[in-house]
């Protein structure tokens, strides 16, 4: 699938929320913008994550993920596909993967009294036993817990779609029923955040964000295909904002215990019918969009270096009244300079060493 315009807003989206969430929890009255925080914080909280479960931000990386791997995996001959399909997922998030992991240790050392848990903990996560085990993400960077449990996902990728594609409804009684053990262990005394997102629960969030792939490119359904034919895309997107206005009243009306389950579940479904039709839309060329479309570029590098840049602006210049200037910013030029030296051409690499598999 060539790059599109739209999917790269939606990843500037995701990852600019989740870095909203982490600016709002140092928050301070003498911050310079802090009204301006307030009222972001206030939409954030009844408008993304209404959930209050899984950040909203996580769920559309995962749902998205999965569409977009298998839309750019879809095409690799089936003789090769394996290592094509290793490599380039290898390069693409290992290397600044591997760096982030690096720099929150350091993040963590500079602000606390070095220990061998660090030691432990890099060992636990290197291995990504964090995705299956109840334990902690990346000290001083924890929010690559997230990362660490999609790598397990890349890796059950390939197995899973060689031998179970075309039985979509075993593949996701099977992965409903996990999804729902999963959440059964909190029962058992297992850490909440841990059990939101490791990777018995958000698989089928990801393989959900691939069968709507499947649609786009071999849908055998008569219905589906009948239904994207004729209708148009305003009244698609008129739908969606129809579901996502249920989702909104749901969320904040709706309220038992485990509520944040079906809730998160049902964001899913959102953002899954929104990738339906999203690649549809035609590209806008002004100034907006295109700030958009480039900070989609760095979304990764803003997600996976966003809370040791947030913890060492804290430590080192306080939460003065410059606090969301300095982090917004150095968020963003540290995450260009990590994708123009480490991820982008990381990504090059493992695109030309796949090549000789074609």
């Known amino acids: 699938m060539s790059r599109n315009s739209w999917i790269d807003i939606i990843r500037a989206f995701a990852a600019f929320s989740v870095l909203l969430t982490h600016i709002g929890n140092v928050y301070s009255e ?43 995996a879809i095409n690799i001959k089936k003789s090769n596909f394996k290592k094509i399909y290793t490599i380039r997922r290898f390069f693409r998030i290992f290397p600044l993967l591997l760096f982030s992991i690096s720099f929150g240790y350091l993040a963590y050392g500079l602000t606390n009294d070095f220990s061998w848990v660090i030691v432990k903990n890099f060992i636990f996560n290197i291995f990504l036993l964090h995705s299956i085990v109840p334990s902690i993400g990346p000290l001083g960077n924890e929010i690559l817990g997230t990362v660490i449990v999609e790598c397990m996902l890349y890796i059950l990728y390939p197995f899973i779609i060689l031998h179970l594609r075309g039985r979509w409804v075993v593949l996701f009684i099977f992965l409903l029923a996990l999804h729902i053990l999963s959440f059964l262990t909190l029962l058992l005394g297992f850490d909440p955040v841990w059990v939101e997102r490791n990777v018995f629960t958000v698989l089928i969030y990801w393989w959900i964000g691939v069968f709507v792939a499947e649609l786009y490119v071999n849908s055998p359904y008569r219905i589906w295909n009948k239904y994207n034919d004729n209708v148009s895309i305003k009244y698609k997107i008129f739908i969606g904002f129809c579901f996502y206005i249920f989702y909104i009243l749901m969320c904040n009306y709706i309220e038992f215990e485990g509520s944040h389950i079906i809730k998160s579940f049902l ?12 690649l549809q839309l035609k590209s806008r060329s002004n100034l907006f969009m295109r700030s958009f479309e480039k900070l989609g570029l760095i979304s990764y590098s803003v997600y996976v270096l966003q809370l040791p840049i947030i913890i060492l602006t804290q430590y080192f ?18 995450s260009i300079l990590c994708f123009v030296v480490i991820e982008k051409p990381s990504h090059d690499y493992g695109k030309k060493l796949s090549k000789r598999y074609f």
């Open 30 to 72: 003498t911050m310079i913008g802090h009204s301006l925080v307030k009222i972001l914080r206030f939409l954030h909280d009844n408008l993304v994550w209404v959930n209050e479960g899984l950040h909203s931000g996580v769920i559309i990386f995962i749902v998205l993920s999965g569409f977009c791997i298998h839309t750019s």
């Open 267 to 278: 964001l899913v479904i959102l953002i899954a019918y929104i990738l339906t039709w999203i």
């Open 317 to 334: 210049i306080s939460t003065d009244k410059y606090f969301l200037i300095y982090s917004c910013l150095f968020t963003i030029l540290f």
